[in-house]
């Protein structure tokens, strides 16, 4: 689909990055995935500014309520607010964005600018 450059490992992500992103280019576009599952669509905020992707929102909890005296030996669901930021390359351009999320998986996928472009150069 596109391509990503020097592998990536998950270890490499930081404890408590939420979601999980992979970016990478093809020709006409930068392509990033964020892996949001339980997010509602209503919760999540997309924005491109000053060279920068930001995906915002929050994720609630689906557990049950616990009383007094329960004991969670495991919990690694992340709930609550969160906020990814990612650097675009200089030919993304801010004007031609489109954001999709289904089943869980958000599609951002935001144009390269033409003039970044190769263009064929008629010879006279």
């Known amino acids: 689909m596109f391509h990503t450059g020097a592998a990536s490992n998950?270890?490499?992500?930081?404890?408590?990055?939420?979601?999980?992103?992979?970016?990478?280019?093809?020709?006409?576009?930068?392509?990033?995935?964020?892996?949001?599952?339980?997010?509602?669509?209503?919760?999540?905020?997309?924005?491109?500014?000053?060279?920068?992707?930001?995906?915002?929102?929050?994720?609630?909890?689906?557990?049950?309520?616990?009383?007094?005296?329960?004991?969670?030996?495991?919990?690694?669901?992340?709930t609550g607010a969160f906020k990814r930021v990612i650097a675009l390359p200089d030919d993304a351009d801010p004007a031609k964005v489109d954001a999709r999320l289904r089943e869980g998986v958000l599609h951002v996928s935001i144009a390269k600018r033409e003039s970044s472009k190769p263009r064929q150069i008629t010879v006279n």
């Not at 992500?13 to 509602?40: Q, Y």
């Not at 491109?48 to 309520?65: C, Q, T």
């Open 10 to 78: 998950i270890r490499a992500l930081s404890r408590g990055s939420f979601p999980a992103v992979n970016v990478g280019s093809s020709p006409d576009t930068v392509e990033v995935i964020a892996f949001a599952p339980g997010v509602d669509p209503k919760s999540l905020q997309v924005t491109v500014d000053k060279g920068l992707l930001v995906i915002a929102g929050e994720r609630s909890s689906e557990a049950p309520k616990r009383s007094e005296g329960d004991t969670v030996y495991a919990q690694e669901r992340f």
